[in-house]
């Protein structure tokens, strides 16, 4: 069972988008990660059930 929030970096190496805590941490700090449509660089942020993340024009809900 999923909780009801996750950090984002958490959510990235779940879907094996990152490898790492660091590669997370880099991509995120780099402006590369979007959250529902705005660049978010803040790592701990909590995603929240239905949020958009986008990398590289790719899509995920969480």
């Known amino acids: 069972m999923k909780e009801d929030t ?36 803040r790592r701990g942020k909590k995603l929240s059930k239905g949020d958009r993340i986008t990398i590289d024009g790719k899509e995920y809900i969480y």
């Open 6 to 41: 996750i950090k984002l970096g958490d959510f990235l190496k779940l879907e094996n988008i990152c490898q790492s805590g660091g590669e997370a941490k880099m991509l995120i700090q780099s402006g590369q990660v979007k959250l529902n449509g705005e660049i978010e660089t």
